[in-house]
């Protein structure tokens, strides 16, 4: 597990509101992250650098963050 926002332990509600507020790339990269792939892993996968990859999960969790924060 990857701690309180992982996508596996997300209640259903909170999951809901991740698929309202991520982009279908930041969803996709968040799935794969927290399935137990790597940034690099994650990139190779997507098509994309480890850099992007990472910044897509990060930006993902952050407006997750922001959003359970809002309601």
């Known amino acids: 597990m990857r701690g309180p926002l992982s996508w596996a332990t997300l209640p259903p509600a909170l999951r809901a ?4 507020v991520c982009t ?3 969803l996709e990269a968040l799935k794969l992250w927290d399935a137990g792939a790597g940034y690099a892993r994650v990139g190779l996968m997507l098509g994309i650098s480890k850099e ?3 910044d897509r999960v990060q930006r993902g969790l952050d407006r997750i963050r922001k959003a359970a ?3």
């Open 17 to 20: 509101l991740a698929e309202d």
């Open 24 to 26: 279908p790339q930041q």
């Open 52 to 54: 992007s990859a990472r």
């Open 69 to 71: 924060a809002a309601s």
